[in-house]
C-alpha cells in the first residue's frame, strides 16, 4: 500500500472523509499528537487500528467528536460534572472516560462498559469529523510502544506502507496526550496526565481529583488498572533511558562517571554547554509546555542519533509537568535514580 502525505486543506479533507466512509483509516493531526482514525462504528476499520499500530487488544481508545450533540453517541447517562469540565476544557486537550453508549462498536471500548471521548482543538480534525457525521476512534498514531507521533513525518515513519492517508497540519501545538479523567466513580479519577492539569481540573469542578496509582507508578502485566494503556512500557526510544533526579551540578558529575559510546543527555535548554558530551534539549527547565511540546520529538531525534544511553534531566511534577515527567518515568521503563 502506498501511503500519502497531504497538506490539511479541502480536498485532501473530502479524500479523509470519504476513506473514512469506506472503512479505512486515515492518520490526521489534532493538537495533541497526531491520531489514527477510524469510525467508532464500524468494528471492522477498528481492528485495522489495532492492527497497523500493533496495539494489545485489551488497551481501548479515544472517541473523537466535532461538537457537544455527539456526545450522546458515544456515552449514556452523563454526569453533570462532564458538561463542566467539556464547558471549561473543550475543544481541548481533555478526554473524559464515562458510561459507554450501546452503538459504539465493542472493540473501541476493549470490551469495557466505559468510553473515553474528547473534542480536540484542531481545525483540520474538527472539519474531518463534522463532515463524517460520526465519533472517530483515534489512538496515537504510532507503533505501539515508540514515542507518539508530533508531525506527520513521525507517522510516516512508523505506519508507511500500512495506511493509505497521513493529513498533515503541521507541528503538533500540546505535544503529549490528552489528559485522561474518568467520571465513571465517585470521585474523578486523573487516569493520564496531559495538556490540561490537575490543579486546573479541580478549581473547575471544586473538588479533588484522585490520581490513579498507575501515573506514578510501575503496575504489573497482570494487574487491573483503571487505564489499560498505563500498564504498557510506552514512548520509548531505543535507546536504555535513565532518568535522573538531583542539581545541574550532581547530574554533570554523574554522567562524567559514566561516559562511554553512544550516551547521551536530555537537558533543558541552556544547559547544554555545562558539560562535554552529546546532548538534546527539550525546552526551558521552567517551561512546562515548552517541554511538553518538545518531549516526544527530543526521544525520536535520540534514536536517529543513534544514541545508546541517555541520562535525562527530571522535569518536575505539578501543573502540565506531570505530564512530562509521567511519559519520561515510562520512556524510562521507571529507572529512576537520584544524585
Ligand atoms: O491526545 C490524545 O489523547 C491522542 C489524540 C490522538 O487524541 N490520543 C491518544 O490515544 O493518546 P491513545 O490510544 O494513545 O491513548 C488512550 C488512552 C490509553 O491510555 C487508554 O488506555 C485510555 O486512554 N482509555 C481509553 N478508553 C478508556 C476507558 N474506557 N477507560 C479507561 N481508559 C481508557
Ligand atoms: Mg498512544
Request: glycine fraction near 6%; include cysteine.
Amino acid at each position: 500500500m502506498d501511503t500519502i502525505i497531504l497538506p490539511g486543506e479541502a480536498d485532501a479533507i473530502d479524500k479523509a472523509v470519504k476513506l473514512l466512509n469506506e472503512g479505512e483509516l486515515v492518520a490526521i493531526p489534532t493538537e495533541t499528537v497526531y491520531g489514527l482514525a477510524a469510525s467508532s462504528f464500524d468494528a471492522k476499520a477498528v481492528d485495522k487500528i489495532f492492527a497497523a499500530k500493533m496495539r494489545p487488544q485489551d488497551n481501548p481508545l479515544i472517541s473523537h467528536i466535532a461538537s457537544i450533540d455527539m456526545l450522546g453517541m458515544v456515552a449514556d447517562n452523563v454526569p453533570s460534572q462532564a458538561f463542566v469540565l467539556a464547558d471549561a476544557f473543550w475543544p481541548g486537550p481533555l478526554t473524559l472516560v464515562l458510561p459507554k453508549a450501546k452503538k459504539l462498536a465493542d472493540n473501541v471500548c476493549a470490551g469495557l462498559e466505559s468510553a473515553a471521548v474528547r473534542m480536540p482543538n484542531h481545525k483540520v480534525a474538527l472539519a474531518i469529523i463534522k463532515q463524517c457525521g460520526f465519533p472517530l476512534a483515534a489512538p496515537s498514531a504510532n507503533l505501539s510502544g515508540s514515542p507518539s507521533p508530533t508531525s506527520a513525518d513521525h507517522v510516516f515513519s512508523d505506519l508507511n506502507g500500512k495506511i493509505k492517508l497521513i493529513i498533515d497540519g503541521g507541528v503538533c501545538d500540546v505535544g503529549v496526550e490528552s489528559t485522561v479523567v474518568s467520571l465513571c466513580g465517585e470521585k474523578p479519577v486523573l487516569l493520564r496526565p496531559g495538556g490540561v492539569s490537575k490543579e486546573q481540573l479541580q478549581n473547575v469542578l471544586s473538588c479533588e481529583v484522585i490520581v490513579a496509582n498507575a501515573v506514578l507508578n510501575a503496575v504489573q502485566s497482570n494487574e487491573k488498572v483503571q487505564s489499560p494503556g498505563m500498564k504498557y512500557k510506552h514512548y520509548a526510544p531505543k535507546a536504555k533511558v535513565v532518568l535522573v533526579k538531583g542539581s545541574l551540578e550532581s547530574f554533570n558529575n554523574f554522567v562524567n562517571s559514566n561516559l562511554g559510546e553512544g550516551v547521551y543527555r536530555l537537558c533543558f535548554n541552556g544547559e547544554e554547554n555545562t558539560h562535554a558530551s552529546s546532548y538534546v534539549c527539550y525546552g526551558d527547565k521552567n517551561d512546562a509546555y515548552a517541554q511538553a511540546h518538545n518531549i516526544f520529538a527530543a526521544l525520536r531525534q535520540l534514536d536517529t542519533l543513534n544514541a545508546q544511553t541517555v541520562y535525562v534531566r527530571c522535569p518536575s511534577q505539578d501543573g502540565v509537568s506531570l505530564a512530562v515527567y509521567n511519559r519520561l518515568l515510562r520512556a524510562s521503563a521507571f529507572n529512576v535514580i537520584e544524585v
